[in-house]
């Protein structure tokens, strides 16, 4: 669940749009962020060739933008081509509590499709328009303690308060996709890289190929993320606060900095996973679809596993069986 979100956050797509002529076409409203190949019908399962697409790419994207965006369509050596400027508010969640709110959030994609191939690049640069929800107490105290009368820990605290508040901070995304449909056969591509700040800064990407036998397709995919953001010592406060501050505000400060430090390290996302999928076509409106999920988590990699605080690293299966249908 998510108890911060309004309501409003259900609503997918809510928008207008107006076409001056075949080739442009202007929306405002609440639309799909199209930075990513799964833009057009994100969270439409039997749109999905798959039960769901690799969580290490999509679990932590934008998924709408409440805004607008012009878009003009041409065609050029034989190939459709599409550009899209877009702007406004976007949002994400950092864990199942938090809501981001990205604002301003301005954006470009450009996308080439001929003979069955689609290539689409995108850049977005944003600002972060509030702290994390459930990181709010360890800020506050970290500020505390970056007033202590101690230098090496006031600054180290200030650094760790830096690391871990993310308000105001810039943040830009660069992706890059690639999709094929040949034939029997199937092919898809992403990666995408975040930067501009510590606890949120990461590439991540997958490949996956697929080939249709009649009414079944099957799929093979391996995918993985990395956070940039290096592994954080938790820094010994206590023994520098106790001959200045005392054995109580010592140990308080310790407390706190164990804290900040395995807050951090849990916020990296670390992990791969390979998954074999098979999709059957009942017909135009159903589809039975199977899929077997590993992933490997590494130490101080578990952001993408709800937030828990485990060090170690750690394997996960999932079997999965969906009837998707439209009506």
Not at 59 to 83: K, V
Not at 154 to 181: F, H, N
Request: aromatic fraction near 10%; glycine fraction near 8%; hydrophobic fraction near 45%.
């Amino acid at each position: 669940s998510r108890p911060t979100a309004p309501s409003s956050d259900a609503v997918e797509w809510a928008f207008a749009a107006w076409r001056p002529d075949a080739d442009w076409t202007v929306r405002a409203g609440r639309v799909n962020s199209d930075i990513f190949l799964l833009s057009d019908y994100r969270n439409v399962g039997v749109a999905y060739p798959v039960v769901r697409p690799p969580v290490d790419f999509y679990a932590l994207l934008p998924t709408s933008l409440d805004g607008a965006d012009i878009a003009r369509n041409w065609n050029l050596g034989g190939a459709q081509w599409r550009a899209k400027l877009f702007a406004g508010r976007a949002i994400t969640f950092a864990d199942a509590a938090s809501r981001v709110e990205l604002e301003p959030a301005i954006g470009i994609t450009l996308s080439r499709e001929a003979d069955g191939l689609l290539i689409r690049a995108s850049a977005v640069r944003t600002r972060v328009g509030n702290e994390i929800a459930t990181a709010q107490p360890l800020l506050d105290a970290l500020a505390q303690i970056s007033a202590l009368p101690v230098p090496e820990v006031a600054a180290q605290a200030a650094d760790l308060r830096r690391r871990t508040g993310v308000l105001g901070v810039d943040l830009t995304y660069l992706s890059l996709g690639s999709r094929y449909e040949g034939g029997p056969w199937l092919a898809s591509a992403e990666y995408v890289r975040v930067s501009g700040h510590p606890s949120v800064t990461y590439a991540a990407g997958y490949a996956s190929l697929g080939r249709r036998f009649g009414p079944l397709t099957t799929f093979a995919t391996v995918s993985r993320v990395q956070s940039t953001n290096p592994v954080l010592a938790t820094p010994a406060w206590g023994m520098a606060i106790a001959p200045v501050m005392g054995p109580a505000v010592a140990q308080q400060a310790q407390f706190v900095a164990d804290a900040a430090t395995a807050s951090l390290n849990s916020s990296r996302r670390a992990q791969r996973n390979w998954s074999v999928r098979a999709r059957y076509d009942i017909d135009s409106r159903w589809a039975l679809k199977l899929q077997w999920d590993q992933s490997h988590v590494n130490a101080n990699g578990v952001a993408l596993c709800g937030g828990a605080r485990g060090l170690e690293p750690a394997d996960a299966r999932v079997a999965t069986f969906v009837v998707d249908f439209v009506f």
